[in-house]
């Protein structure tokens, strides 16, 4: 198994030490572990590692990878914020991958339960197709090696009136001319709408375009290590898909599933 974004007490809404999370994704049998902490940016302070904070992150992980060299292979990464204040301290480390998520539109992050009421002032449709606009301006910024929760903005269980595959067509097409891998993220089998993301429908696109996908349980705690990815897989392997993908040095590498 593969699970390549994953989280640390530094960004401030994740418990558990970062060898407690390795130490369970052994127990769970998987054979590629990453972490992909939230990178510092100038706002949003709260919810994510200071620049200061950085060279601790990538210490701590280094040392993990070196001490269970031979029971797991560790890898280190950054999610980043697709926003104005994408800072080059970040997109310069020398790290394996960054994941490029989108949380915020303008300076609403419509997927923290402390704005939820914004959700009443907003048009579904309008939000998604901001949302859809922002992912693909990511994927053509050419930044980013892996696509966060392509569909995050469904997360409370908000759906469009629209068809989401007329919504999404242009951002999963800017992500296949990006040579951009997408993530299957557990994480929304653990929030209200209930579902992995990408949604099936996304998920069927993403496959049609032979865009690369990549496997990760978002956690945020060592107990959400490696959630549902076995489902996940087999849900996956009866779609045809055989192989994910992972970096090292920002080189890609594929896996059997």
Not at 27 to 48: L, S, V
Not at 63 to 72: A, G, P, T
């Amino acid at each position: 198994m593969i699970d390549l974004h994953n989280h640390t007490p530094l960004c401030n809404h994740a418990i558990g030490t970062p060898e407690e999370f390795i130490q369970k994704a052994i127990q769970k049998g998987i054979k590629i572990y990453g972490f992909a902490d939230h990178a510092p940016m100038e706002f949003d302070y709260e919810y994510r590692m200071s620049f200061e904070d950085m060279s601790k992150y990538e210490n701590e992980i280094k040392k993990l990878k070196e001490k269970y060299k031979d029971k797991i292979e560790i890898l280190l990464g950054y999610e980043v914020d697709f926003t104005p204040f994408v800072d080059k301290r970040v997109l310069q480390r020398e790290v394996d991958y960054l994941i490029g998520s989108v949380h915020f539109l303008d300076n609403w992050g419509f997927d923290n339960p402390e704005f939820i009421k914004e959700w009443e002032r907003r048009d579904v449709d309008d939000v998604y197709k901001e949302y859809f606009n922002k992912i693909e301006e990511m994927a053509n910024s050419r930044l980013f090696n892996i696509v966060g929760h392509i569909d995050l903005v469904k997360v409370f269980g908000h759906t469009p009136t629209k068809n989401i595959k007329d919504l999404a067509k242009n951002a999963i097409k800017a992500i296949k001319k990006a040579n951009m891998v997408v993530e299957i993220n557990t994480s929304g089998l653990r929030k209200p709408v209930k579902e992995t993301y990408p949604s099936n429908e996304l998920l069927e696109m993403i496959l049609n375009e032979d865009i690369d996908i990549t496997l990760s349980s978002d956690a945020h705690a060592p107990e959400q290590v490696g959630y549902k990815l076995k489902e996940t897989i087999e849900k996956l392997k009866k779609l045809g898909v055989n192989e994910a993908v992972y970096f090292k040095n920002k080189e890609k590498f594929k896996i059997k599933l």
